[in-house]
């Protein structure tokens, strides 16, 4: 394999952008410009006929009331009814924002329906076996890289002797039937996980997150945190400090950080779990 070939196959790794993301990304955008040429026909509609001219004078600006189907210089608007030359500008200006939208929109579309079809990162998988023998992919396979970062080896907390058994689906110990729960969920959902893998924090220390998952789509790690004792006062400034931590080091909730709590009166909900699932769009 060539150098050049290593290095391009790199830059596209680090710059890497599912297609799944990109189609997401385009089908958010048409929403938000069909919703506004939608708006654009329906002020139209009241708009007044015939369009707005523009002259000065005197270094003073005139306004002239056009009709489309006449000619001419157009009807002069007086300053008492300036709001009519508005609402004729407002017109010519609505007509064109609608048609650069639906110009857009259009191209939007076709993108879309590209991204559903056909991408760079769909050529290797449309190659005979034959041909996958002996060729060089530009990104490496996923099932390869779930499987490696399934596979990755680390160092957890250890056990207290007196510290319930509680085991997941997969024979996995955890700590809680919080815990539990969440590891079996993820684990129906076939979605990758580290359990209580330490990652380090800049001015905290070493933390043990109870799950690390891997968002597969995206190639992109997230932290799970379930704050299991929030009625504990100790607990809870404990909880708090860890929190600051986590965003002072890049961790943010509704990013790469899942944040979860329960009390002694306020249980886990197993629909909160489904539905932070459903959220980060993990499956």
Same mark, same amino acid.
């Given at each position: @394999? ?6 391009a ?10 297609s ?10 048409? /929403?938000?410009? %069909? *919703? ?20 000065e004078c005197?270094n003073?600006k ?13 009807v002069?608007i !007086?300053?008492e009814?300036?709001n +009519? ?6 017109k *010519?200006y %609505?007509?064109?924002v609608?048609?650069?939208a639906?110009?857009?929109?259009d ?11 056909r ?8 190659? *005979?076996?034959? =041909?996958k023998?002996?060729?060089? !992919?530009i ?10 970062? *399934? ?5 957890g907390? %250890?056990?207290?002797?007196?510290a ?9 110990r955890?700590?809680s039937?919080?815990?539990?729960i ?11 996980y580290? &359990?209580?893998? !330490?990652?380090?924090?800049k001015g +905290?220390?070493t933390?043990?997150? %109870? ?5 597969v789509?995206?190639r992109k ?5 379930h704050l299991?004792? @929030?009625?504990d ?11 600051q931590s986590?965003m ?8 790469n950080?899942?944040? /979860?709590a329960?009390t ?14 459903? =959220? &980060?769009c993990?499956?």
């Amino acid at each position: @394999m060539s150098k050049k070939f290593t290095q391009a196959a790199g830059i596209y790794e680090q710059n890497r952008v599912c297609s799944e993301d990109v189609k997401g990304i385009l089908e958010e955008r048409k /929403t938000i410009l %069909d *919703s506004l040429i939608a708006n654009m026909q329906e002020s139209l509609k009241k708009a007044p006929s015939g369009r707005l001219r523009i002259s000065e004078c005197n270094n003073k600006k005139q306004y002239y009331h056009c009709n489309n189907s006449e000619g001419g210089t157009g009807v002069y608007i !007086p300053k008492e009814k300036r709001n +009519y030359a508005c609402r004729l500008a407002q017109k *010519s200006y %609505d007509e064109k924002v609608m048609r650069e939208a639906k110009k857009e929109s259009d191209l939007l579309q076709k993108m879309i329906v590209y991204y559903e079809g056909r991408t760079v990162d769909k050529v290797f998988g449309s190659l *005979s076996e034959g =041909r996958k023998e002996l060729v060089q !992919p530009i990104e490496e396979g996923l099932e390869k890289y779930v499987r490696e970062w *399934s596979g990755y080896k680390y160092q957890g907390k %250890d056990f207290a002797e007196e510290a319930a058994e509680l085991y997941t689906d997969q024979g996995e110990r955890v700590r809680s039937k919080s815990e539990l729960i969440i590891a079996n969920i993820l684990c129906k959902n076939n979605i990758p996980y580290r &359990y209580e893998c !330490p990652v380090e924090l800049k001015g +905290y220390g070493t933390v043990y997150p %109870d799950f690390t998952i891997l968002d597969v789509k995206r190639r992109k790690e997230i932290l799970w945190e379930h704050l299991g004792m @929030m009625d504990d006062p100790v607990y809870a400034e404990q909880a708090v400090r860890k929190i600051q931590s986590y965003m002072a080091n890049g961790f943010y909730p509704g990013d790469n950080l899942i944040l /979860t709590a329960e009390t002694r009166l306020q249980p886990l909900n197993l629909k909160i779990v489904h539905g932070v699932i459903d =959220r &980060y769009c993990l499956f």
